[in-house]
């Protein structure tokens, strides 16, 4: 079999000489027989050369049998080419979500087992398994079965994949992120010219004309939806002008909203440092995009009213705010007006000068007591003074020596005296005395020791 380009660069499938039947696989199965000189070749690929190569029918034969030993594998895909042609038929399945194709072969009456007949636009499974044809040197891929996809079975696994994500946690609250109040710049990933991307623009500028947008128009069905959606995912979250980002589509059928069920895709708006918003389809419609997105808005309209506030509704409140506090403010004076008055009517301020002729009358009692006090104390400690000075002066050894007394000191070197004579042996007879009187002093010198009353002295004694 082999395949001719078509418009759009799907292959379109024509027959060959050789295609499988009943009668041509056994004769390749003859030609596959080894025969006896491929003893003396080399036994693998890497040990051929040029003057020892292999025969290209033993190539054929080893890749016949390595390509015959991979297991059929059931793969998912959506057709966009089928022809029948006598008892077989050719199809063309191309990836949902990426730009590859790969034409396959299959026999009319695993088409005919179908229910449904399959169209073009068919998204199916079909278990493939993989042949090599000896005599053209080609690959075939042979389609074993086919079952068409259900809707029921693309609910079932849409469920099931939005189970296993939200065990992981990707839906829960705490990862979800607040939209600002006021987004300075809002990015919007919608279809080319889409009436979703209208609605958010009109009814965005509507509420807040001042609303800035960063529109990143993509597919937004079909199988380069989720590449480019994400490319614009990623552009507008590394915009640090950005503030929030609105992923917007129409209503349309299950098929037409899978790209928004995407796994990838899923799993990078949970990833995003910027808040983003899902308004997918309708009310009805429940991607899995709208789990995992911060804010789910029911339809694009819906999604412009909720990211941005509404002007007039701004502006009423900020008149009822401006009320409020002209009144708070009014209120504030007239109480503040009324204390005022109430503190202005007390007699302290009624007649502020009766308390300062009050407190100088006090001042000047005080001033008053104060003087007689320090005059008396003055009066008392004079007295004191007085008497005191007379009792020194009595106690003075002055007026002792005024009374007629005399200190007796025994004369020194220099005619002063220096210690006072307190005892006569002090004074024995020829000690030179100092005798100090009231007024000057004299000189003396000891005639020693007097005796009592009615004895004779002792320098008398002496005498005798």
Known sequence: MSYDAVPGGAPRALPISGFPNPGSEDEESRQGEPTKAESTL???????????????????RKLKTHIERAPAAWIEGQVIELNRRGGSAFVTLRDTDAEISLPASLWSNV?????????????????????????????????????????GDLLARIERLRQALGAEGLFSDSRKKRLPLLPHRIGLITGRDSDAKKDVLRNAALRWPAVEFAVREVAVQGVTAVGQILAALKELDADP????????????????????????????????????????????????????ADLRASTPTDAAKRIVPDVAEEL????????????????????????????????????????????????????????????????????QVHHLRAQVRALSPQKTLDRGYAVVQLAGADGVGHDVVRNPDQAPDGTELTLRLAEGRLGAVSSGTLAPAGQPSQHKQNED
């Open 241 to 292: 002008h950005v503030d929030v980002i609105v992923i917007a589509r129409g209503g349309g059928a299950l098929e037409d909203l899978l790209p928004f069920s995407n796994e990838e895709l899923v799993r990078a708006v949970s990833a995003a440092a910027t808040p983003v918003v899902s308004a997918i389809g309708h009310e009805a419609d429940h991607p899995i995009l709208d789990d995992v």
């Open 111 to 151: 088409l005919d087992r179908q229910k449904m007949p399959l169209e073009r636009g068919s998204r199916v499974v079909a278990l493939v398994k993989p042949e090599f044809w000896l005599k053209t040197g080609r690959l075939n891929m042979s389609i074993k079965d086919i079952r068409p996809v259900g809707l």
């Open 42 to 60: 080399p036994a693998t690929a890497s040990e051929t050369s040029p003057d020892n190569p292999w025969p290209l029918q033993l190539l054929s």
């Open 316 to 383: 009423a409140r900020v008149r009822q705010a401006r009320e409020q506090l002209r009144r708070g403010v009014g209120r504030l004076v007239d109480r503040e007006t009324d204390r005022l008055h109430a503190l202005r009517s007390r007699p302290v301020l009624a007649s502020p000068e009766g308390m300062v002729t009050a407190r100088e009358d006090d001042v000047e009692r005080l001033r008053k007591h104060a003087h007689t006090a320090v005059s008396s104390a003055v009066i008392r400690a004079l007295d």
